[in-house]
């Protein structure tokens, strides 16, 4: 990957090979604009385009107003061939050799208008999110989770490999990363053995994360009309990383029949850099059980075998004293479905998809012991609790915990990577 | 009730006691305004504000610019206050002894100007709708369908009588009454014995009616901010009828573990003119089980009694002939929870809601043969035919099948009704 005339750390996600799109705002911007990220900057992209940035790309003068709103649907929806534009012109502006030093390098009025340090910018969320669904494509986790809640018989349901199930999720709690998560109250059972179970209200005492990839939809798709699976890839837009925090005993005691509700609608965090299907390519990888494909209907089956990326993730956990841990390692390549296959899925009953809809991809585990993508998995339904770094235990997250989820593939110098996926997690409100 | 100088049809749901908020547009008013209800006609908000027709009513002043918009959500984020002083200003502009005859009864350039004849109108959807959430509080619904799925001894999970079981539902594809209803296709099951169980693809062969009603929601709350059940109401903005379309082969193979997908995703109609809170204020009435209230957690606990009302609904059947055979009577009382109820349980973990978010009831059903509101119950699973008007026989909805909706309060001359539900059912798309 050539390099840029920017300074960019080695070790950050936001290499040349990236440029991922954003919103974001400062103390001198107040109000939200697009960007991208690269370094340790981002490059304000209205300020870019409103001074000629853009000059040498005939493409994008007749859609300049999508750099001028406070979403990126706009951008987002006009599709991939434009994203694809955009995103090599500007990789051609940032690069050590570029061939157009006037535009930026060589501008320092513009570099300075322009370019904001990251440590001064507030990051917004990406796009307005009509609608947000969550699947459960990643095998290992229903796997694990289905053994806890079901039983090995059980564990997994017989259309589980025959599409990628889902469920809709709620699209108001979806906030961006750094923003603190209220532990929720709700109805658990303390003792399930009873006869009739019982509810009692209370804050929730198995409050977990899960780690999800999540992609955002571009174009959209009229009511009636399914997307075909040869045509889904270009009606996304990009994807971020996304913690599903979810409380399981709240969930527990609702889910028959209807699925999970109130056990994860209080908050659910994406990064907020969206990075472009494009700046994926190069990191594609089969998915798991690629012979799976073969006993596909035909409207889920893609022609491409290399259908999942190939992306490290992590999830890091701070107590409140702040020494950091690494909970769990995993890859997003542990999903038995990609993105492409949850949007024809989706759309196959002409349910109708808008810029912005949001598809996460479910939890994310591999299958040995610290790739499990949530606290669920890593303590066997709570009973074998994980030692963190100052020697303390966890069975679920306590008050105070910080979580970061990373994700990032490449190598050092050219990472194409999400940035950090955090939440802190206060007190339950008192009630009265 | 007072009569108006207008001419209302004895029969008309909109009478002076209604005063429903909606959104049109006509051959010549392109872009779709604000308009009540009254009779045979439509009185356009937007040009009745702009020549003062809301000069005596000094609270609405500042406001104005509500009247002026695509949707109804500006309004409906000015609060209960503010909505019933509006109902009630319209309802003394139009009454026959209208204390201020030169604002409207004698102003014949405004009256020709504001007043639409309905003959004219198209109805939108009168909300944007953020996210909509589908609750389960007709007890009946789910016993009887309970027992098809799982059999009379677990008919009803033993979370039912202690919260409005919910799940969230997918906002992009609600339409209003009208529009055509595209057969879904996707996977089902054809012999359920086998094992192991393969499904086809299909279009839809069991495709269903629910008859529900929902609320809008006016009043938005923050993250991580309950609502309490005593404000709930007023955080309310009306209702409407809805058609909850489903298909039960889609959904039966899809919905274990994470709750219904495919099978409701296609399509959701509701009426467009949104009866307020305060319109259905005399019509209360307890709920199923008024008992029950004494078992629930207090966060669930409503002072009133009569948490409910006393809506007479139906659900018509015309075969593509044309003619109507009502299959159902019921009424809204059968419900378990109430609306403020279902907001208070969503809101409880800090789940924040916005203006225009939607809130189903769940199917209602009463108890006895005739009063179902599903074919599936009616039909007892698909297995006990119901016979039309003309001699033909259905178990679920066939191509060109048109289904109406209706739901009505009050007495002939004060009816306070929502306006027919329609959707026509069209053959699904042939896929390749």
Redesign the interface.
């Known amino acids: 990957m050539a390099s840029s005339w920017l300074q960019i750390p080695k070790e950050s996600p936001f290499s040349l090979a990236n440029i991922p799109f954003g919103i974001i705002s400062t103390k001198t911007i107040a109000t939200p604009v697009p960007a991208v990220a690269i370094g340790d900057y981002a490059l304000n992209l209205a300020t870019f385009a409103s001074s000629d940035g853009f000059a040498l790309l005939p493409a994008i003068q007749s859609h300049l107003n999508v750099f001028y709103q406070r979403t990126l649907n706009a951008f987002a929806a006009l599709g991939r061939p434009v994203h694809r534009q955009v995103r090599e012109y500007l990789q051609v502006i940032l690069k050590a050799d570029t061939p157009y030093p006037h535009i930026l390098k060589d501008n320092a009025t513009l570099r300075k208008q322009a370019l904001v340090a990251m440590a001064e910018v507030t990051s917004h969320l990406p796009m307005h999110i009509?609608?947000y669904t969550d699947f459960?494509a990643g095998l290992n986790h229903a796997y694990n989770v289905?053994v806890l809640?079901?039983g090995k018989e059980n564990a997994l349901?017989?259309?589980y490999r025959?599409?990628p199930?889902?469920?809709?999720?709620?699209?108001?709690?979806v906030?961006p990363s750094g923003t603190a998560i209220?532990r929720?109250?709700?109805?658990i059972v303390v003792d399930p053995a009873a006869d009739?179970?019982?509810?009692?209200?209370s804050a929730c005492k198995r409050l977990d994360v899960e780690i999800e990839l999540a992609a955002f939809v571009g174009v959209g798709s009229n009511?009636?009309?399914?997307i075909p699976i040869g045509e889904a890839e270009d009606h996304l837009f990009g994807v971020v990383l996304m913690n599903d925090w979810s409380?399981r005993d709240?969930q527990a005691?609702?889910?028959?029949?209807?699925?999970?509700?109130?056990g994860k609608?209080?908050?659910t965090t994406v990064t907020p850099w969206v990075i472009l299907m494009d700046a994926l390519e190069t990191f594609r990888t089969p998915g798991l059980e690629p012979a799976n494909r073969e006993s596909l209907?035909?409207?889920l089956r893609e022609e491409r075998l290399n259908n999942c990326f190939d992306i490290h993730l992590e999830f890091e956990l701070k107590n409140s004293g702040g020494r950091p841990t690494i909970v769990s390692k995993t890859n997003s390549s542990n999903l038995l479905f990609s993105f492409p296959q949850m949007l024809a899925?989706?759309t196959?009953?002409?349910?109708?998809?808008?810029p912005g809809?949001l598809l996460g991809s479910g939890t994310i585990s591999g299958n040995v012991p610290g790739t499990e993508g949530s606290l669920l998995e890593q303590t066997n339904g709570g009973k074998r609790p994980i030692r963190l770094a100052d020697g303390t235990e966890r069975l679920f997250l306590e008050d105070g915990d910080e979580v970061v989820l990373r994700g990032m593939c490449g190598k050092e110098g050219g990472y194409v990577g999400f940035g950090d996926c955090v939440g802190v997690i206060?007190p339950a409100?008192h009630?009265?």
């Open positions: 009509g609608d459960y289905g809640f079901r349901q017989p259309n025959h599409m199930v889902g469920y809709h999720g709620r699209a108001s709690s906030v209220r929720p109250s709700g109805q009739p179970k019982l509810p009692t209200f009511l009636g009309e399914p409380a709240i005691w609702e889910y028959i029949p209807l699925g999970p509700f109130n609608n209080f908050a209907l035909p409207y899925h989706h196959i009953t002409g349910c109708n998809v808008n809809d206060l409100i009630m009265g």
